[in-house]
Each structure stands twice: as C-alpha cells, then as structure tokens.
C-alpha cells in the first residue's frame, strides 16, 4: 500500500518535485516561448500505454501554474505544494518540449512532455521512465514507462484576460 501511495503521488506531481533550478537549454530562447504558456492549466491525463499497470494511474487531474523568472521556469501545482523547474527543450510555433527529472528513494523519474497550445486550451502527451536503481552499486534493475495523453484547459493567465 505503501508504494501504491507513492506511486500514486508521482503521478498526480506528474512534472512536480522538488529540484535544483535549471534554465533554459542553450539553443532555446526564452522568446520562442509562446506567451500563452504561462499561467494556470487544469490538466487531465490519460494513460494510453505502459509497461506495468499497476505502477501508473489510469487517469488523473492536477492544476499546473507554470511562470518564468529569468531564463528559469517553473511548474508549481498549488494543492500537492510540488515545486520543480523544468528544462525546455524545443519550441517550434505552438509545440513546446520540455521534462524534468528528480529522485526519491531508489527511483529516479524522467517526465517528458510534449504540448502543442491552441488559444486557451492544450493536446500532448507526457512519456515517463521510471527507474529502479540498486541501493548496492546504483545498476538499474527495472525499468518502467507510461505514456498519458494530456489535455488542459487555461483557468487563468495573460492569454485568457481581456
């Protein structure tokens, strides 16, 4: 039960956790980023394939308020008080890249998610790796993946204010 519970609660911070600050990637201009994608999300998540099922939730909702401060941005998700600063990795128009990776225990959990903006709305997708590694001599010893199609809805931000 115990690691239902923490299992669960990584996939409900899907690209929530506790890290270090990291910027932008050189190559990716803070610019590029469509203005639209700062704000708050209402994010539904829907898994539509993975490796173990009784690893990954099948569905989920969460609140993500994604801002910037520098060359740093920042997906926070106000109810779990997860905090984690993400790496862009691509824009190009609408679509926009980016992941995050943190650890816990003897786990390291890689999110990527690909989001393409439309108005007040977004359609993508986050594929998650999850690792297990050896508290012996840090081999991994499994290795399980999901991928969740998202759809968000914009609850508040510069895009949705007259």
Not at 31 to 41: A, L, R, T, V
Request: a positive charge; hydrophobic letters at 40%.
């Amino acid at each position: 039960m115990k690691k239902f519970f923490a299992i669960l609660s990584i996939i409900v911070m899907t690209v929530c956790s506790t890290a270090m600050a990291t910027t932008i990637k050189a190559g990716v201009s803070v610019e590029e980023i469509p203005k639209g994608f700062f704000g708050s999300w209402q994010v539904s998540a829907q898994l539509e394939k993975t490796s173990n099922y009784s690893t990954f939730k099948p569905q989920s909702k969460d609140l993500w308020n994604l801002s910037r401060v520098g060359n740093v941005i920042t997906l926070e998700n106000p109810f779990t008080k997860a905090h984690a600063q993400i790496d862009i990795k691509q824009t190009e128009g609408n679509v926009i890249v980016f992941s995050k990776t943190s650890s816990y225990d003897n786990k390291i959990l890689t999110d990527t998610v690909t989001i393409r903006l439309n108005g007040n709305t977004f359609g993508g997708y986050n594929d998650i790796v999850l690792e297990t590694v050896s508290l012996h001599d840090g081999h991994i010893l499994k290795v399980e993946r999901a991928k969740y199609l998202l759809k968000g809805q914009k609850l508040a931000g510069s895009s949705v204010l007259k």
